[in-house]
Nanobody
């Protein structure tokens, strides 16, 4: 049974940093695309960052480029999202996801089959 468990969310001031973690279990950490989505109240879900588990190529939505970094520790089956220079508009529930492949498109990942339960990030001005 595939499980994705996020941690690391919280409340911070604008300009501060947070690091989210996603511990994956229930499958062999092979050739997939791991990533992060977020959803703010009243807004649609959007892909934030993704990483190809083989090769490590990364993808970002334009609004976080230069501020967020996605990385992975394959030995620990864990994906991270380092978020720096946080802005109030980054406030959202952040979800770890596993897709079958990464894309260069708007959603960043294709054929998403698994979601974590989410972790809340709140940035105040």
């Amino acid at each position: 049974q595939v499980q994705l468990v996020e941690s690391g969310g919280g409340s911070v001031q604008a300009g501060e940093s947070l690091r989210l973690s996603c511990a994956a279990s229930g499958y062999t950490y092979g050739t997939y695309c791991m990533g992060w989505f977020r959803q703010a109240p009243g807004k649609e879900r959007e892909g934030v960052a993704a990483i190809n588990t083989v090769g490590g190529r990364t993808y970002y939505v334009d609004s976080v480029k230069g501020r967020f970094t996605i990385s992975q520790d394959n030995a620990q089956n864990t994906v991270y999202l380092q978020m720096n220079s946080l802005k109030p508009e980054d406030t959202a529930m952040y979800y770890c996801v596993r897709g079958q492949y990464c894309t260069g498109g708007a959603t960043l990942l294709g054929d998403i089959r698994y979601w974590g339960q989410g972790t809340q990030v709140t940035v105040s001005s």
